[in-house]
Protein backbone atom coordinates (compact mmCIF):
# COMPACT_ATOMS: atom_id res chain seq x y z
CA UNK A 1 0.00 0.00 0.00
CA UNK A 2 2.98 2.19 -0.28
CA UNK A 3 0.97 4.45 -3.31
CA UNK A 4 -1.47 5.23 -0.32
CA UNK A 5 0.72 6.02 1.80
CA UNK A 6 2.73 8.21 -0.72
CA UNK A 7 -0.70 9.82 -1.36
CA UNK A 8 -1.49 10.59 2.33
CA UNK A 9 1.72 12.09 2.81
CA UNK A 10 1.76 14.48 -0.19
CA UNK A 11 -2.12 15.68 0.41
CA UNK A 12 -0.96 16.64 4.39
CA UNK A 13 2.33 18.05 3.42
CA UNK A 14 0.93 19.73 -0.07
CA UNK A 15 -2.14 19.65 0.14
CA UNK A 16 -4.26 23.34 -0.40
CA UNK A 17 -6.20 24.44 2.22
CA UNK A 18 -10.07 24.32 1.43
CA UNK A 19 -13.15 24.86 2.62
CA UNK A 20 -16.10 21.87 2.28
CA UNK A 21 -19.71 21.59 2.49
CA UNK A 22 -19.27 19.70 6.27
CA UNK A 23 -17.26 22.93 7.67
CA UNK A 24 -15.00 20.69 8.48
CA UNK A 25 -12.16 22.29 6.58
CA UNK A 26 -10.00 19.85 4.60
CA UNK A 27 -6.28 19.50 2.73
CA UNK A 28 -6.91 18.61 -0.89
CA UNK A 29 -5.19 17.98 -4.06
CA UNK A 30 -6.72 18.14 -7.63
CA UNK A 31 -6.63 15.04 -9.95
CA UNK A 32 -4.42 12.09 -8.33
CA UNK A 33 -4.46 8.23 -9.35
CA UNK A 34 -3.16 5.12 -7.87
CA UNK A 35 -3.12 1.30 -8.93
CA UNK A 36 -2.38 -2.38 -7.85
CA UNK A 37 -1.42 -5.28 -8.94
CA UNK A 38 -4.47 -7.91 -7.82
CA UNK A 39 -2.12 -10.24 -8.72
CA UNK A 40 -0.17 -9.39 -5.37
CA UNK A 41 -2.96 -9.47 -2.85
CA UNK A 42 -5.97 -7.80 -1.97
CA UNK A 43 -4.82 -4.16 -1.57
CA UNK A 44 -5.77 -3.54 1.69
CA UNK A 45 -4.69 -0.90 4.13
CA UNK A 46 -2.57 -2.78 6.47
CA UNK A 47 -1.17 0.65 8.43
CA UNK A 48 -4.63 0.61 10.41
CA UNK A 49 -7.19 -2.17 10.89
CA UNK A 50 -10.25 -1.91 8.27
CA UNK A 51 -13.80 -3.25 9.03
CA UNK A 52 -13.58 -5.52 5.74
CA UNK A 53 -17.12 -6.67 7.04
CA UNK A 54 -18.26 -3.24 6.39
CA UNK A 55 -16.82 -2.90 2.90
CA UNK A 56 -18.24 -6.48 1.97
CA UNK A 57 -22.15 -6.07 3.26
CA UNK A 58 -21.71 -3.10 1.80
CA UNK A 59 -20.70 -4.19 -2.15
CA UNK A 60 -23.55 -6.93 -1.62
CA UNK A 61 -26.05 -4.33 -1.31
CA UNK A 62 -25.11 -2.27 -3.90
CA UNK A 63 -25.26 -5.27 -5.80
CA UNK A 64 -28.67 -6.33 -4.67
CA UNK A 65 -30.20 -2.56 -6.02
CA UNK A 66 -30.66 -1.69 -2.25
CA UNK A 67 -30.85 1.74 -0.93
CA UNK A 68 -32.38 1.31 2.91
CA UNK A 69 -29.71 0.92 5.41
CA UNK A 70 -31.58 -1.88 6.70
CA UNK A 71 -29.91 -4.92 5.37
CA UNK A 72 -27.14 -3.33 6.56
CA UNK A 73 -27.82 -2.10 9.84
CA UNK A 74 -29.26 -5.68 10.29
CA UNK A 75 -25.21 -7.14 9.78
CA UNK A 76 -23.82 -4.61 12.03
CA UNK A 77 -22.71 -1.80 9.73
CA UNK A 78 -23.55 1.60 9.81
CA UNK A 79 -21.19 3.51 7.50
CA UNK A 80 -24.35 5.09 5.69
CA UNK A 81 -26.56 5.77 8.91
CA UNK A 82 -25.89 9.48 9.15
CA UNK A 83 -27.19 10.20 6.09
CA UNK A 84 -30.61 8.08 5.82
CA UNK A 85 -34.44 9.30 6.77
CA UNK A 86 -35.94 8.02 9.88
CA UNK A 87 -37.38 4.87 7.39
CA UNK A 88 -33.80 4.04 6.35
CA UNK A 89 -33.94 5.63 2.98
CA UNK A 90 -31.00 6.70 0.91
CA UNK A 91 -33.14 7.84 -2.24
CA UNK A 92 -31.92 6.54 -5.41
CA UNK A 93 -28.14 6.44 -5.00
CA UNK A 94 -25.38 3.78 -5.92
CA UNK A 95 -27.66 0.36 -5.59
CA UNK A 96 -30.93 1.85 -7.61
CA UNK A 97 -28.82 3.49 -10.29
CA UNK A 98 -27.04 -0.02 -10.98
CA UNK A 99 -29.46 -1.77 -10.82
CA UNK A 100 -32.34 -0.14 -11.75
CA UNK A 101 -31.60 3.11 -13.56
CA UNK A 102 -34.92 4.51 -14.68
CA UNK A 103 -35.28 5.60 -18.65
CA UNK A 104 -37.55 8.59 -19.48
CA UNK A 105 -40.28 6.21 -20.47
CA UNK A 106 -40.16 4.44 -16.73
CA UNK A 107 -38.19 1.67 -18.42
CA UNK A 108 -35.23 0.05 -16.21
CA UNK A 109 -31.51 -0.44 -17.14
CA UNK A 110 -29.76 -2.89 -15.17
CA UNK A 111 -26.27 -1.67 -15.56
CA UNK A 112 -24.48 -4.90 -13.64
CA UNK A 113 -26.10 -7.69 -15.49
CA UNK A 114 -25.19 -5.80 -19.12
CA UNK A 115 -22.06 -5.41 -17.87
CA UNK A 116 -21.41 -9.07 -17.16
CA UNK A 117 -22.45 -10.27 -20.55
CA UNK A 118 -20.85 -8.18 -22.01
CA UNK A 119 -17.37 -9.04 -20.75
CA UNK A 120 -18.79 -12.78 -21.54
CA UNK A 121 -19.77 -12.00 -24.90
CA UNK A 122 -17.48 -8.98 -26.08
CA UNK A 123 -14.57 -9.08 -23.85
CA UNK A 124 -12.65 -6.03 -25.94
CA UNK A 125 -15.37 -3.78 -25.68
CA UNK A 126 -14.30 -0.58 -24.59
CA UNK A 127 -17.95 0.20 -22.99
CA UNK A 128 -17.67 -1.97 -19.77
CA UNK A 129 -18.94 0.37 -17.86
CA UNK A 130 -21.19 1.15 -14.41
CA UNK A 131 -22.05 4.89 -14.34
CA UNK A 132 -23.82 5.73 -10.79
CA UNK A 133 -24.32 10.05 -11.68
CA UNK A 134 -27.83 9.86 -13.06
CA UNK A 135 -28.12 13.89 -13.28
CA UNK A 136 -31.81 13.36 -13.09
CA UNK A 137 -32.22 12.29 -9.34
CA UNK A 138 -29.09 14.26 -8.41
CA UNK A 139 -30.31 16.49 -5.00
CA UNK A 140 -30.89 19.45 -4.50
CA UNK A 141 -27.83 21.12 -2.31
CA UNK A 142 -29.72 23.50 -0.70
CA UNK A 143 -31.39 20.74 0.67
CA UNK A 144 -30.81 18.28 3.47
CA UNK A 145 -30.65 14.88 2.75
CA UNK A 146 -33.63 13.49 4.40
CA UNK A 147 -35.37 16.67 2.11
CA UNK A 148 -33.96 15.09 -0.93
CA UNK A 149 -35.08 12.25 -0.65
CA UNK A 150 -38.33 13.23 0.58
CA UNK A 151 -38.61 14.58 -3.10
CA UNK A 152 -37.08 11.52 -4.47
CA UNK A 153 -33.73 12.26 -5.06
CA UNK A 154 -30.62 10.87 -3.98
CA UNK A 155 -29.17 11.96 -0.09
CA UNK A 156 -26.10 12.06 -1.65
CA UNK A 157 -24.52 12.35 -5.24
CA UNK A 158 -22.41 9.89 -5.74
CA UNK A 159 -18.54 9.68 -4.86
CA UNK A 160 -17.22 6.94 -6.74
CA UNK A 161 -19.36 7.52 -9.83
CA UNK A 162 -17.57 5.92 -12.89
CA UNK A 163 -16.76 2.04 -13.42
CA UNK A 164 -14.81 0.67 -16.33
CA UNK A 165 -13.59 -2.78 -16.71
CA UNK A 166 -11.01 -3.91 -19.52
CA UNK A 167 -9.94 -7.37 -20.45
CA UNK A 168 -6.95 -8.23 -22.15
CA UNK A 169 -4.48 -11.51 -22.20
CA UNK A 170 -7.72 -13.46 -19.81
CA UNK A 171 -6.77 -10.87 -17.51
CA UNK A 172 -9.97 -8.35 -16.13
CA UNK A 173 -8.73 -5.10 -14.75
CA UNK A 174 -10.73 -2.06 -13.22
CA UNK A 175 -11.15 1.44 -13.09
CA UNK A 176 -12.85 3.68 -10.85
CA UNK A 177 -13.30 7.56 -11.06
CA UNK A 178 -14.17 9.64 -7.46
CA UNK A 179 -15.08 12.83 -7.79
CA UNK A 180 -14.16 13.41 -4.12
CA UNK A 181 -12.61 10.92 -2.01
CA UNK A 182 -12.14 11.22 2.24
CA UNK A 183 -8.55 10.08 1.93
CA UNK A 184 -8.41 8.74 5.52
CA UNK A 185 -11.97 6.77 5.60
CA UNK A 186 -13.58 6.65 2.31
CA UNK A 187 -10.50 5.41 0.30
CA UNK A 188 -9.55 2.12 1.81
CA UNK A 189 -12.78 1.32 1.62
CA UNK A 190 -13.23 2.25 -2.08
CA UNK A 191 -9.63 0.22 -2.91
CA UNK A 192 -10.80 -2.94 -1.33
CA UNK A 193 -14.49 -2.36 -2.69
CA UNK A 194 -13.63 -2.45 -6.53
CA UNK A 195 -10.68 -5.15 -5.74
CA UNK A 196 -13.71 -7.56 -4.25
CA UNK A 197 -15.97 -6.58 -7.12
CA UNK A 198 -13.29 -7.00 -9.67
CA UNK A 199 -12.27 -10.47 -8.12
CA UNK A 200 -16.20 -11.47 -7.96
CA UNK A 201 -17.05 -10.42 -11.85
CA UNK A 202 -13.72 -12.08 -13.01
CA UNK A 203 -15.10 -15.12 -11.39
CA UNK A 204 -17.76 -15.18 -13.34
CA UNK A 205 -16.31 -14.43 -16.66
CA UNK A 206 -14.21 -17.45 -16.28
CA UNK A 207 -10.90 -14.45 -16.08
CA UNK A 208 -7.91 -13.66 -14.18
CA UNK A 209 -7.49 -10.77 -12.45
CA UNK A 210 -5.43 -7.82 -13.55
CA UNK A 211 -5.07 -4.52 -11.60
CA UNK A 212 -7.38 -1.83 -10.14
CA UNK A 213 -6.69 1.89 -10.98
CA UNK A 214 -8.66 4.55 -8.75
CA UNK A 215 -8.81 8.09 -10.56
CA UNK A 216 -9.47 11.06 -7.99
CA UNK A 217 -10.72 14.12 -8.60
CA UNK A 218 -10.82 16.41 -5.14
CA UNK A 219 -8.45 14.25 -3.11
CA UNK A 220 -8.88 15.34 0.58
CA UNK A 221 -7.62 14.33 4.11
CA UNK A 222 -10.19 16.20 6.87
CA UNK A 223 -8.65 18.61 9.31
CA UNK A 224 -9.74 16.38 12.04
CA UNK A 225 -8.08 13.37 10.47
CA UNK A 226 -4.32 15.05 10.21
CA UNK A 227 -2.95 13.60 13.22
CA UNK A 228 -4.26 9.82 12.59
CA UNK A 229 -2.77 10.16 9.19
CA UNK A 230 0.56 11.25 10.81
CA UNK A 231 0.05 7.92 12.93
CA UNK A 232 -0.56 5.78 9.94
CA UNK A 233 2.52 7.02 8.28
CA UNK A 234 4.69 6.17 11.26
CA UNK A 235 4.06 2.99 10.58
CA UNK A 236 5.65 0.28 8.49
CA UNK A 237 2.82 -1.38 6.09
CA UNK A 238 2.55 -5.13 6.19
CA UNK A 239 2.01 -7.88 3.56
CA UNK A 240 -0.83 -8.19 1.71
CA UNK A 241 -3.78 -10.43 2.32
CA UNK A 242 -4.96 -12.68 -0.35
CA UNK A 243 -8.79 -12.79 -1.08
CA UNK A 244 -10.62 -16.47 -1.24
CA UNK A 245 -14.12 -17.14 -2.97
CA UNK A 246 -14.97 -20.34 -1.54
CA UNK A 247 -17.42 -21.20 -4.19
CA UNK A 248 -18.40 -19.75 -7.94
CA UNK A 249 -22.07 -18.45 -7.12
CA UNK A 250 -24.82 -19.16 -10.43
CA UNK A 251 -24.41 -15.18 -10.75
CA UNK A 252 -23.00 -12.40 -9.74
CA UNK A 253 -26.09 -11.65 -7.83
CA UNK A 254 -25.74 -14.56 -5.57
CA UNK A 255 -22.80 -14.18 -3.66
CA UNK A 256 -23.11 -14.56 0.68
CA UNK A 257 -20.76 -12.61 3.02
CA UNK A 258 -19.68 -15.64 3.78
CA UNK A 259 -18.26 -17.13 0.65
CA UNK A 260 -15.57 -14.57 1.58
CA UNK A 261 -12.39 -15.35 3.42
CA UNK A 262 -9.65 -12.82 3.91
CA UNK A 263 -6.28 -14.84 4.95
CA UNK A 264 -3.09 -13.11 5.79
CA UNK A 265 -4.33 -10.13 7.22
CA UNK A 266 -2.61 -8.77 10.07
CA UNK A 267 -2.66 -4.81 10.45
CA UNK A 268 -1.58 -2.29 12.60
CA UNK A 269 -4.70 -1.50 15.32
CA UNK A 270 -7.77 0.73 13.99
CA UNK A 271 -7.35 4.22 13.72
CA UNK A 272 -10.97 5.37 14.75
CA UNK A 273 -11.46 8.59 13.26
CA UNK A 274 -15.18 10.90 13.07
CA UNK A 275 -16.65 11.00 9.90
CA UNK A 276 -17.67 14.32 8.44
CA UNK A 277 -21.47 14.42 7.21
N1 LIG B 1 -18.64 11.01 3.62
C1 LIG B 1 -17.37 11.22 4.06
N2 LIG B 1 -17.10 12.33 4.73
N3 LIG B 1 -16.39 10.31 3.84
C2 LIG B 1 -16.66 9.14 3.18
O1 LIG B 1 -15.71 8.33 2.99
C3 LIG B 1 -17.97 8.90 2.69
N4 LIG B 1 -18.31 7.75 1.97
C4 LIG B 1 -19.67 7.27 2.11
C5 LIG B 1 -20.56 8.43 2.08
N5 LIG B 1 -20.21 9.63 2.54
C6 LIG B 1 -18.94 9.86 2.94
C7 LIG B 1 -19.83 6.51 3.42
N6 LIG B 1 -18.75 5.62 3.67
C8 LIG B 1 -16.84 5.15 7.36
C9 LIG B 1 -16.33 4.57 6.21
C10 LIG B 1 -16.97 4.73 4.99
C11 LIG B 1 -18.13 5.49 4.90
C12 LIG B 1 -18.64 6.08 6.04
C13 LIG B 1 -18.01 5.90 7.28
C14 LIG B 1 -16.19 4.98 8.70
O2 LIG B 1 -16.48 5.68 9.64
N7 LIG B 1 -15.29 4.00 8.85
C15 LIG B 1 -14.63 3.67 10.11
C16 LIG B 1 -15.23 2.43 10.74
C17 LIG B 1 -16.70 2.39 10.76
C18 LIG B 1 -17.26 1.00 10.56
O3 LIG B 1 -16.79 0.24 9.68
O4 LIG B 1 -18.20 0.63 11.28
C19 LIG B 1 -13.16 3.35 9.86
O5 LIG B 1 -12.39 3.52 10.79
O6 LIG B 1 -12.82 2.95 8.73
C20 LIG B 1 -17.43 7.20 0.97
O7 LIG B 1 -17.83 6.18 0.21
Redesign the pocket.
Known amino acids: MKQYLELLEETLTTGCLKGDR?GTGTKSLFGRQIRFNLQAGLPLVTTKR??TR?IIHELLWFLKGDTNIKYLNDNG????NEWATETGELGPVYGAQWRNWKGVEGESYDQVTALIAGIKNNPDSRRHIISGWNVADLPDETKSPQENVANGKMA?PP??LLYQWYVAEGKLSGSLYIRSN?LF??NP??TCSLAIFTHMIAQQCDLDVGEIIISIGDCHLYSNHFEQAKIQLQREPKALPELIIKRKPDSIFDYHFEDFEIVGYDPHP?I??P??V
Open positions: TLHSVSIWLCHDLGYNHSAIA
